[in-house]
């Protein structure tokens, strides 16, 4: 096998927008969240890595904090990264949503099937990523990685941090799923979506709901989670322990 970018065996290319403008409030004061380093790589640098791992992704386009696309653009060039995956850097916005809408903006014409992967999943694998470009080559407008919940849900009537907040209702847990990210799309349905829905979201997929079409779930990954606090660092640091380990990697 050569190691050429190549489209999918039925012609259609992947690109991969990743959202990293964020400021990383809850892990705590420092560098936007993106740029912290894990074991001395920035988590940025990993999750563009986690991407370019599958070969079906030909295009990454890196949404940086606005203020810093010069910063990212040379952190990229700074890391090795495989030749045949494409890099595009764009400045970010002021919500998640802003920032992938962003990121679409700059996407070339000739790219039929979109993810949209956190900067802050930086360790998910890349069966993962190839289970959701595949589920899109079949024909589903909208893909998730999602997992079972280990913790029972209950809804409350939310109180702030002030006290003790009544409990509404239990949803049936075995009908839940935490979703993660790379989440995967037909093109024209991310981009009609993100013209489209101007609510307040916290996934992508959520807006082609919205659009009124059939999102599925494939298995998502636990090392797919999401750093948000400090103790999800501690966690990634030692996964990436755990696969030098194992892969001498
Ligand atoms: N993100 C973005 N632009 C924003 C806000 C978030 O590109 N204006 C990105 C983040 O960089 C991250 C992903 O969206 O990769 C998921 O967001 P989250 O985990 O909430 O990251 P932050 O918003 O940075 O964290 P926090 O909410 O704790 O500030
Ligand atoms: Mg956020």
């Known amino acids: 096998m050569s190691d050429d970018s190549r489209p999918s065996p039925t012609g259609v290319r992947t690109a991969v927008v990743i959202p990293a403008a964020g400021r990383g409030v809850r892990l705590g004061p420092g560098a936007p969240k993106a740029l912290r380093t894990l074991n001395g790589t920035p988590m940025l640098i990993h999750a563009v890595r986690a991407m370019a791992?599958?070969?079906?992704?030909?295009l990454v386009i890196v949404v940086a904090p606005s203020d810093g696309a010069a910063e990212v653009k040379s952190l990229l060039d700074a890391h090795a990264?495989?030749?045949?995956?494409?890099?595009?850097?764009?400045?970010?916005?002021?919500?998640?949503?802003?920032?992938?809408?962003?990121?679409l903006d700059a996407l070339p014409p000739e790219y039929g099937i979109v993810l949209v992967h956190d900067a802050a999943r930086p360790l998910v694998p890349v069966d993962t990523v190839d289970a959701v470009i595949e589920a899109v080559l079949e024909g589903a407008p909208?893909?998730?990685?999602?997992?079972?919940?280990?913790?029972?849900?209950?809804?409350?009537?939310?109180?702030?941090?002030?006290?003790?907040?009544?409990?509404?209702?239990?949803?049936?847990r075995s009908r839940l799923r935490a979703v993660q990210t790379p989440q995967g799309f037909d093109r024209a349905t991310l981009i009609r979506a993100h013209e489209?829905?101007?609510?307040?979201?916290?996934d992508d997929a959520s807006m082609v709901e919205q659009l009124g079409l059939q999102v599925v779930a494939v298995p998502g990954h636990e090392e797919a989670f999401k750093v948000t606090r400090p103790l999800d660092l501690v966690l990634a640091e030692a996964v990436l322990a755990r696969r030098r380990l194992t892969d001498g990697f």
């Open 53 to 58: 791992a599958s070969r079906a992704v030909s």
């Open 81 to 103: 990264l495989p030749e045949r995956t494409d890099i595009l850097v764009v400045p970010g916005g002021d919500t998640r949503q802003e920032s992938v809408r962003l990121g």
């Open 142 to 172: 909208a893909v998730v990685p999602a997992l079972p919940l280990a913790d029972t849900v209950k809804e409350v009537e939310p109180a702030g941090a002030s006290g003790p907040e009544p409990v509404l209702a239990t949803p049936d």
């Open 196 to 202: 489209t829905v101007t609510d307040n979201v916290t």
